[in-house]
């Protein structure tokens, strides 16, 4: 019985090794951007993830979504009990990392996007270790169609919030071209 419950341990943990994919560049002329939450804080709470007027996806917990998309200008934004925004500028063939920061709010967890650049080595070492432990978070196309029709009136109320803080002059984040990510080699 004891050797039966250790294989089956060993098989769980392979096979959960096996299915953690690691940083993976994006298909030819696209970019990569990965949503990185390193704290545990406020684990239960989802948070979902915007490139402008659409659902990209969402999770919970120390976790991380994979999204390629076209190179160029996007607005992201993270939704939960307030919305954060961030702006970037992406090139073609390049890996960048978005740090996912949550933190107390009033009924539930607030959630905060910070650019990530690469000469953070505390940060992306974090990172690295999320992202290779864990498979992403994904939502089929017939689930983003899903949620997307369930959210159209909550998009365009945190596109309009993004307006309303430009205009009040708030600082908005940035993620330029150069703060990619390069894969060490070994």
């Not at 650019?115 to 992306?124: A, H």
Request: charged letters at 30%.
């Amino acid at each position: 019985m004891k050797k039966i419950t250790l294989v089956f341990i060993g098989l769980c943990c392979l096979f959960s090794f096996s299915q953690s994919q690691g940083i993976t560049g994006p298909s030819e002329g696209k970019a990569v951007v990965y949503f990185v939450r390193v704290s545990q804080l406020g684990s239960i709470v989802n948070f979902e993830f915007f490139d402008s007027s659409k659902l990209i996806g969402k999770f919970n917990g120390q976790n991380y979504l994979r999204y390629e998309c076209a190179p160029g200008e996007h607005l992201f934004w993270a939704r939960s009990e307030n919305r954060d925004f961030i702006t970037a500028g992406l090139e073609a063939g390049k890996i960048y990392f978005i740090e996912v920061v949550p933190s107390m709010g009033f009924g539930q967890a607030v959630v905060y996007l910070k650019p990530v650049d690469p000469k953070e080595s505390d940060r992306i070492e974090k990172i690295e270790k999320v992202v290779n432990k864990r498979t992403p978070q994904t939502l089929s196309d017939a689930e983003l169609e899903k949620q997307n029709e369930k959210l159209k009136d909550a998009i365009p109320r945190g596109l309009q919030k993004y307006k309303d803080d430009l205009a009040d002059g708030k600082k908005i984040k940035r993620l330029e071209k150069n703060m990619f990510y390069e894969k060490k080699s070994n």
